[in-house]
């Protein structure tokens, strides 16, 4: 009807001697939109074209782009996008109103030269620090240059060798231990025994990181249900993402019917636990202080910058939210993902048991040395998770210059490189043929040293398993690359480890028949989109 419309209207201008003002407004706007859609026939308003990469150019409609496509598979972008990289290679582009073009890489190559070799050149960039400002502030996930090197550099001071020690005999087999206690409760329900394993992790994660990193106890493992910061949390990371896909999203959401409320609330409840562990710091005594081991909080709370000032209550809070969401999210993700893996691999699951029972013979196994050197398997399923489900699947650069690409794609400055860790990690030109499947032996070798074992190490805690090799990391970048490799790696892969380590040694675990394969759930990190309901049962 709209088209039959505007034909009739345009029939009766042509014949037309004299015309309102308001008949000319429509026809210059009619003329411009022609005009438009003729120079911009299959890409966003105002992008360059790009006959060089027409090859790789995923056909968009005229003015909007190929934003239709995103909005249309926003519920599953990571598979979409996954199949658009096995259709035009490993570089495709897109182009997305406001946005401008995007180039998206999938080749160790190309992320070693935009992640180290040209650094410098690749930032989060303006659009990026729009989306998640109003959460993250100016914190570590969202600032470059100068802003984002005092982050880092201060809160490297905190993971140090001595803490990951302390860590693996303390602390993380203390959260390991409640989360026993809560699986043996529910093994005493008879109507209900099973338990959403994506839930408890997630409120192991938050319970110990919280604690480990600013004093906060949150006691999410102890109260069943929901917790409100965990809620907050995730509301607030899945929002983010659908801004990804819509340019429009700072209007979009300030009309949609009680979303900036529900934005304001959100955000609101990460800044009061935020207050609550800077609180308790300004008010904690000199004695209480001394008796506790100096944390993460602490390192910022005392940084004292050349004109002698500290940091205000502000950024202190900025701080906690950015790292909040790396310490509770990721690790919790990842032990779902993996007994998810295990649970429907019962080869594999049945290797890393008889690999734990080896070698953790006993509790005084739990040492740094141990964990990080003698459960090659261990950390091979550890690994292989990540590199099928990584906890921050997708990220984004903008080139602060022109560049040029490994393989010749050329780059303009204002250029968003598009990177996903989900999609190379099911590359079959990097990982083989069977990308695609959960196979924790890619990263083992034969034990060349078969007769060396480390101190205290008999022959008889020995790994039948040979020897864990790491890859590289602009193959593997579930940690990210280059100078912005993840602080927290090794934090993460202890916690992880002790957790499966002592969950395993207790118990058996059986996914609940039934549910349907979960798939990620749209979000800045990667939570499945439906709770791992499992039996779990004793071992004994």
Not at 156 to 173: D, K, P, S, W
Not at 271 to 277: E, G
Not at 397 to 412: F, H, I
Request: aromatic share 10%; hydrophobic share 40%.
């Amino acid at each position: 009807m709209i088209l039959v419309g505007l034909k009739r209207f345009i029939e009766r201008q042509i014949r037309k001697s004299k015309r309102s003002p308001f008949e000319y407004i429509v026809l210059a706007t009619l003329g411009f939109l022609v005009a438009a859609i003729a120079k911009y026939p299959n890409r966003a308003f105002l992008t360059r074209a790009r006959p060089d990469l027409e090859k790789c150019h995923a056909v968009g409609y005229p003015l909007l782009g190929n934003m239709p496509q995103l909005l249309r598979n926003r519920s599953d972008s990571l598979n979409s996008m996954n199949t658009a990289f096995k259709h035009f290679g490993d570089v495709f582009t897109l182009t997305i109103p406001l946005f401008g073009r995007i180039i998206l890489v999938n080749s160790p190559e190309i992320l070693e030269h935009v992640l180290k070799t040209n650094f410098n050149n690749y930032v989060k960039g303006k659009i990026f620090y729009d989306q998640l400002h109003d959460i993250l502030g100016h914190g570590i996930f969202v600032s470059d240059g100068d802003a984002w090197r005092f982050h880092r550099k201060t809160a490297a001071n905190i993971f140090t060798t001595r803490l990951y020690r302390q860590l693996v005999e303390g602390a993380f087999r203390d959260s390991a231990h409640d989360l026993i206690s809560v699986l043996v409760h529910s093994q005493k329900r008879s109507q209900d025994p099973a338990v959403d394993l994506q839930a408890l992790f997630l409120k192991l994660t938050l319970d110990a990181f919280g604690k480990l990193t600013f004093g906060l106890e949150f006691n999410a493992m102890r109260n069943e249900g929901s917790n409100e910061f965990g809620d907050a949390f995730d509301y607030l990371t899945a929002n983010v993402d659908a801004r990804s896909a819509n340019p429009f999203w700072f209007i979009t959401d300030k009309i949609e019917p009680g979303k900036s409320a529900a934005l304001s609330k959100a955000i609101g409840i990460l800044h009061k636990w935020a207050k609550m562990a800077i609180t308790a710091r300004r008010n904690e005594t000199p004695e209480a202080r001394e008796a506790r081991q100096r944390d993460l909080l602490d390192h910022f709370y005392s940084y004292t910058s050349d004109d002698g000032s500290h940091l205000d209550d502000t950024s202190l809070e900025e701080i906690f939210i950015n790292f909040m969401i790396a310490g509770r999210d990721t690790t919790a993700q990842q032990l779902t993902w993996q007994f998810y893996s295990l649970m429907s691999n019962p080869r594999t699951m049945k290797n890393l048991v008889k690999e734990v029972d080896i070698v953790l013979q006993g509790s005084d196994r739990y040492t740094y040395e141990t964990i990080m050197n003698e459960l090659p398997y261990m950390k091979a399923v550890f690994h292989e998770t990540l590199r099928l489900y990584p906890p921050v699947p997708k990220n984004v650069k903008t080139a602060v210059e022109d560049d040029v690409l490994p393989g010749g794609v050329k780059v303009y400055k204002g250029d968003v490189i598009g990177i996903s860790s989900y999609c190379l990690g099911r590359n079959k030109a990097v990982w083989g043929e069977d990308a695609e499947l959960f196979v924790p032996e890619r990263w083992l070798v034969d034990d060349q040293d078969k007769e060396h074992h480390h101190q205290g190490n008999d022959k008889a805690n020995k790994s039948p398993f040979g020897k864990f090799r790491a890859e590289s990391p602009y193959k593997f970048t579930s940690f990210n690359a280059g100078p912005r490799l993840c602080l927290g790696q090794t934090f993460a892969t202890l916690e992880s480890m002790v957790t499966t380590a002592m969950l395993l040694q207790r118990f058996r675990f059986t996914m609940v028949p039934g549910q349907p394969t979960p798939l990620a759930k749209p979000s800045v990190t990667l939570p499945m989109n439906q709770p791992l309901y499992t039996i779990v049962s004793d071992r004994i």
